[in-house]
């Protein structure tokens, strides 16, 4: 079945970095665009970044622009996203999501932000 498992949240200081990770299975991973959503406490969730089947394509919200950078390794079926000069306002849940068209989403990771 399909499955999304991300990794690589923490606790980490105003203006560093981190690097998710979203480790897909069940599903052929190199065939369709990625993405990357988030969602803060109190608020909806929302898009952050997405990226096509070959890398060839990226996408980001505004807010991260120049920030994030999304990447892909399809031999190892897996999507990144290197997050650099983070603030408060970066803080939430990270998800992964794919379209098969059905949506699939993964658990989440928590990324705190605060010094």
């Known amino acids: 079945q399909v499955q999304l498992v991300e990794s690589g949240g923490g606790l980490v200081q105003p203006g560093g970095s981190l690097r998710l990770s979203c480790a897909a299975a069940g599903f052929i991973c190199s065939a369709v665009f990625m993405k990357w959503y988030r969602q803060a406490p109190g608020k909806e969730r929302e898009f952050v970044a997405l990226?096509?089947?070959?890398?060839?394509?990226?996408k980001y919200a505004d807010s991260v622009k120049g920030r994030f950078t999304i990447s892909r390794d399809n031999a190892k079926n897996t999507v990144y996203l290197q997050m650099n000069s983070l603030k408060p306002e970066d803080t939430a849940v990270y998800y992964c999501?794919?379209?098969?068209?059905?949506?699939?989403w993964g658990q989440g990771t928590q990324v705190t932000v605060s010094s």
């Open positions: 990226i096509s089947s070959t890398g060839g394509i990226t």
């Open positions: 999501k794919v379209s098969l068209p059905q949506d699939y």
